[in-house]
Each structure stands twice: as structure tokens, then as C-alpha cells.
């Protein structure tokens, strides 16, 4: 089946650095993308998300970028602080028929912020 | 703000008994969904709901059985725990479902661990 995937299951940034988390998605159906940040202990929480009809999407200190060509998702985050330390999952939004939907996961990437 | 409760947070099993997660929101959600989570393996989807009294299977059902008596609440039950179930738990909803453009709510996870 479609899955999606990471490709640095470990990130190392120093403080104030600028990080780029990376997703590798198989399914060119999927219509939209989401990241979320798991800090440890807690529940995901949504960080950004991006349809599949736009390039690039802005938030605060965070910037998610979509290649359809090459199937490939990035989160890009501005001025990493120490509160950024967590893991970080793509999800991929497909249509599996009849009117449902599945949300895909990947693995994730464990980010951890030097001081 | 609650959002989304999930008790117990911690929970110890001897192979073959039984006992039932409960996930409680309090956003007036629609869905409701049950999720495991396994080192390496990212977030898979158990069950889900797409309203009171309403469940159907997802990516990972077998083992399990759920229930949505009320809108706020859905419970997760294992009849007959297996090693295999030892797994993070997490408890998500969202006002509209995984096809639209809506970011899912977590619960802060239950840790079990089935001996």
C-alpha cells in the first residue's frame, strides 16, 4: 500500500540554527498534508498544513514546501529554540473511495535542539 | 480548556484480561478516532467515529472493539489483552472528517503494556 516516509529519523540543530525536517510521500492522490510535533509524554499537536494545489505555506517561524513532482514534503523552521525538541510527523490526506478518507502518518523525526 | 481527556494514562495487563480505554471531548466534535502508537511504526488508526452511536474499522481493528454511546465520549476495549497490544494509545477528534481540511485534536496518550 501507499505509506509515507521520512528521511532523517534524527535531526541535531543548534540553537538559533534554521531546521529542515523531511517527508517522502508515495501517493501522488494525496490532497493534502499535514505536520504535527509530538513533545514527549504528550499527544501530536497540528503544526501546519498544505493542500496539494499549493507550493509553499507560511506560519509562525514555520514553513512547509510541497514538490509534486518528486512526491516530497519539507517543514522548514526559522531560529530553532530549545522548545522545538520533539518528533515531527508528516500526514497524507488521501481519498480511499466512497466517500472516505485516510490520513497516513509517517514515522517520524526526532529533532533535538542544542543550547 | 480540556480538549480531549483520556484516562488512565498508565495501565498494566496480564495476557488475557480485559479493560477499556475512555476518551472524552468536550468541543462538540463530530469524529472521534483511536490510534496506536508503535516505535518505528507512526501513528495507525484503530477505529474511528463519525458521530454518536456510529464506529467503523481502520487501519488496525482485530483485538479491539469501540463504542460511542454519547457524542463526547468513545471508548476503546480490549476483551482479551495480547503482548501484541502493548502500544501507545492516543484518542483524536475533529469537528469534520479526515477528507476535509481539519486538523485532529489529541489527547495527551495511555501507555499500556500487556505481560
Known amino acids: 500500500g501507499e505509506s509515507v516516509g521520512l528521511h532523517l529519523p534524527t535531526l541535531s540543530v543548534q540553537e538559533g540554527d534554521n531546521s529542515i525536517i523531511n517527508c517522502a510521500y508515495s501517493?501522488?492522490?494525496?490532497?493534502?498534508f499535514i505536520w504535527y510535533k509530538q513533545e514527549s509524554g504528550k499527544g501530536p499537536q497540528f503544526i501546519i498544513d498544505i493542500r496539494s494545489n499549493m507550493d509553499k505555506r507560511q506560519g509562525q517561524r514555520v514553513t512547509v514546501l510541497l514538490n509534486k513532482t518528486v512526491k516530497h514534503l519539507s517543514l522548514q523552521i526559522a531560529a530553532t529554540q530549545p522548545g522545538d525538541s520533539a518528533v515531527y510527523f508528516c500526514?497524507?490526506?488521501?481519498?480511499?473511495?466512497?466517500?472516505?478518507?485516510?490520513?497516513?502518518f509517517g514515522k517520524g523525526t526526532k529533532l533535538s535542539v542544542i543550547p | 480548556n480540556a480538549g480531549v481527556t483520556q484516562t488512565p494514562k498508565f495501565r498494566v495487563l496480564k495476557t488475557g484480561q480485559s479493560m477499556t480505554l475512555l476518551c472524552a471531548q468536550d468541543m462538540n466534535h463530530e469524529y472521534m478516532y483511536w490510534y496506536r502508537q508503535d516505535p518505528g511504526m507512526g501513528l495507525r488508526l484503530i477505529h474511528y467515529s463519525v458521530g454518536e452511536g456510529t464506529t467503523a474499522k481502520g487501519e488496525v481493528p482485530d483485538g479491539y472493539n469501540v463504542s460511542r454511546l454519547k457524542k463526547q465520549n468513545f471508548l476503546l476495549g480490549l476483551e482479551s489483552a495480547a503482548p501484541s497490544q502493548t502500544s501507545v494509545y492516543f484518542c483524536?477528534?475533529?469537528?469534520?472528517?479526515?477528507?476535509?481540511?481539519?486538523?485532529?485534536?489529541f489527547g495527551s496518550g495511555t501507555q499500556l503494556s500487556v505481560l
Open positions: 500526514a497524507e490526506n488521501t481519498y480511499s473511495g466512497a466517500g472516505s478518507y485516510q490520513l497516513t
Open positions: 483524536a477528534s475533529s469537528s469534520l472528517g479526515q477528507g476535509a481540511v481539519e486538523k485532529l485534536f
Open positions: 501517493n501522488s492522490a494525496s490532497d493534502y
